[in-house]
C-alpha cells in the first residue's frame, strides 16, 4: 500500500551531521500519508521515537533527547521528508527507521505505524 525508502545514513564522528531521507510512494500514498516519523533503534534498546511531520500542516514534534539538534522538513511534491541531524554524539548510535500512518493520537508510538521502511544505519564515532 505504501513502500518507505530510506537512505542518507553513514558514518560521522562526534560533532558531525547528517541528512537522512525518507521517500513514500504507493497507489494510495496520498489517503495513508498522514503523519510520517523517524524512529531508531541501538542493539539491545527498543525502537525509539525521534520526531514526526503531519502532512497537513507541516506540524512537527520531536523526542526531548534530540530538540533543538535534529530537524525535520519534508517536500510534499515528492512525498519525501528529511531529518537534519546536528551535534551528533555516539548515543545516536541506530538504525534509523521511517514510518508512515494515516493518522495519531497522543504520542507517536512505534505501535501507532502501520509502515515502515527498511532503516538506515548512522554511526557515530567518539
Known amino acids: 500500500q505504501v513502500q518507505l525508502v530510506e537512505s542518507g545514513g553513514g558514518l560521522v564522528q562526534t560533532g558531525g551531521s547528517l541528512r537522512l531521507s525518507c521517500a513514500a510512494s504507493?497507489?494510495?500514498?496520498?489517503?495513508?500519508?498522514?503523519?510520517m516519523a523517524w524512529f531508531r533503534q541501538a542493539p539491545g534498546k527498543e525502537r525509539e521515537f525521534v520526531g514526526a511531520?503531519?502532512?497537513?500542516?507541516?506540524?512537527?514534534s520531536y523526542a526531548d533527547s534530540v530538540k533543538a539538534r535534529f530537524t525535520i522538513s519534508r517536500d510534499a511534491a515528492k512525498n519525501t521528508i528529511f531529518l537534519q541531524m546536528n551535534s551528533l554524539n555516539p548515543e545516536d548510535t541506530a538504525l534509523y527507521y521511517c514510518?508512515?500512518?494515516?493518522?495519531?493520537?497522543?504520542?507517536?508510538?512505534?505501535?501507532?505505524?502501520?509502515?515502515w521502511g527498511q532503516g538506515t544505519q548512522v554511526t557515530v564515532s567518539s
Open positions: 514510518a508512515t500512518t494515516r493518522g495519531v493520537v497522543g504520542i507517536p508510538t512505534s505501535a501507532k505505524f502501520p509502515f
Open positions: 504507493g497507489r494510495f500514498v496520498s489517503s495513508l500519508v498522514g503523519v
Open positions: 511531520i503531519w502532512w497537513n500542516g507541516g506540524h512537527t
